[in-house]
Structure formats: C-alpha cells, structure tokens
C-alpha cells in the first residue's frame, strides 16, 4: 500500500535560516505532489502543487522539489519567521482520481 | 478566491444523539467534496468523497450508515454523525474542489465532542 513520510515530526529552526522539510513516499507513483500548510485547531491551507513533470516550483519565500526517481519531494522556507511555526503536511494525488493522501506532517518551529 | 466555509466551527453532544455539519464552497462551485478525519497529532484520513447530486463513495473502514453525507447543490455538503459515541469525537474537516479537479481547499474544521 502506498506509503507517506515525512521527515521529522518536529523541526527547530532560528529565523532567517532556511527550513528544509522533506517528503519520502514509496508503493507509489504519484501524478502530482501538494503541500499544505495547517495551523492548530484548523483546517489545511494549499501552498503549492508539483507534477510529475516538474522539477522544482517557487512562489514567494517558498520553494518545493520533485524527485520521482527518489520518491521524494522537498519543501523549502527561506529567510524563515516565527510566523511560518506551524504544521506542514505534504500529499499525493491517487492517479485517476480526485482523491489525496496525505503524511503525517511536519511541525516546524521558527524561535527568534 | 477559493474559500471554504464550515458550520459550527465546535460542537458538544451527548452520547446517542446526532449532529449535522456543514461545509460550503462561498466562491465557487465544488463539483467534488471531501470529509476527512483527523485525531490528535495525526494526519487527515479521508472519510468519504461526494460529487453533487450523487451518492457519496466511502473509504474503507467508514460506516455509511453511520456518517451520513448529502451533497446536494455545488455549494454546500453536510456530514451527519448518527447516534454519535466518545469514540466518533475528533476533528472533521471538508474539502471542495472545482472544475480544475487538481487542488482541494479546505474549510476550517468542526471540533466534535461526544459526551
């Protein structure tokens, strides 16, 4: 069965570094990879969608890469701020479908 | 654009009893929803999809009898939770998606306590 991991359940980073979270799937060959963004007690909010064509997509102080070769997919913050301190999930279209799984997600915590 | 709004935002019931939630697509018109589930410092675990005046389709392990979903115009799905149990307390949120089919936008999730 398809399988979603997610780096790390927490990261601890000092502002204005960058933050690298990372998304590692296997049993699975996605058509495109979403990154979502959530903050406690509310729903996800999209950040960004990657094909299977696509190596790499910014918006922003965002940054996402694609590897289908390794399965994975990193998400960069540059320059972070406290304000980006929240979970980070990552999620995988189910080809032919409209369907997402997603990965347990990342919390991030950017301290002064 | 793309907002997605549910209704109530938190909710406490007794055991027993059933409870109706809302989600609506304010701006555009959500040719598919979603009802996913999410427990504590877990991800979202996807409940059931609906396409608007079609039966939903659930995942495996979802009672259908249990959490009744109705979508009945392009703008709003409702989830009920019948004869709700401690158990069935977590964290329900939908999502909506358009024409595009690609990304799913989320609403901001009902609290559901059982008593």
């Known amino acids: 069965s398809q399988k979603i991991e997610q780096n790390s359940e927490a990261l601890n980073i000092q502002e204005g570094k960058t933050a690298t979270l990372t998304c590692n799937y296997t049993?699975?060959?996605?058509?495109?990879l979403q990154w979502y963004r959530q903050d406690p007690g509310r729903g996800p909010v999209f950040l960004l969608l990657?094909?299977?064509?696509?190596k790499e997509k910014r918006k922003e102080r965002l940054k996402v890469t694609f590897d289908t070769t390794l399965k994975q997919s990193l998400f960069h913050i540059t320059a972070s701020q406290p304000a980006d301190s929240a979970t980070y999930l990552c999620a995988l279209d189910m080809r032919n479908t409209d369907k997402l799984i997603f990965g347990t997600g990342t919390r991030l915590q950017v301290f002064p | 654009g793309a907002v997605v709004s549910q209704h109530p935002s938190r909710v406490i019931c007794k055991s027993g009893t059933s409870v109706k939630i809302e989600c609506r697509s304010l701006?555009?018109?959500?040719?598919?929803m979603f009802w996913y589930r999410q427990f504590p410092k877990q991800s979202l675990m996807l409940m059931a999809t609906s396409n608007e005046g079609s039966k939903a389709t659930y995942e495996q392990g979802v009672e259908k009898d249990k959490f009744l979903i109705n979508h009945a115009s392009l703008t709003l799905s409702t989830l009920t939770v019948t004869s709700a149990h401690p158990e069935d307390s977590s964290f329900y949120i939908c999502?909506?998606?358009?024409?595009?089919?690609?990304?799913?936008?989320f609403g901001p999730g009902t609290r559901l306590t059982v008593l």
């Open positions: 049993n699975y060959s996605p058509a495109y």
């Open positions: 999502s909506a998606s358009g024409l595009a089919g690609d990304t799913q936008y």
């Open positions: 701006d555009f018109q959500a040719t598919t």
């Open positions: 990657i094909r299977e064509n696509e």
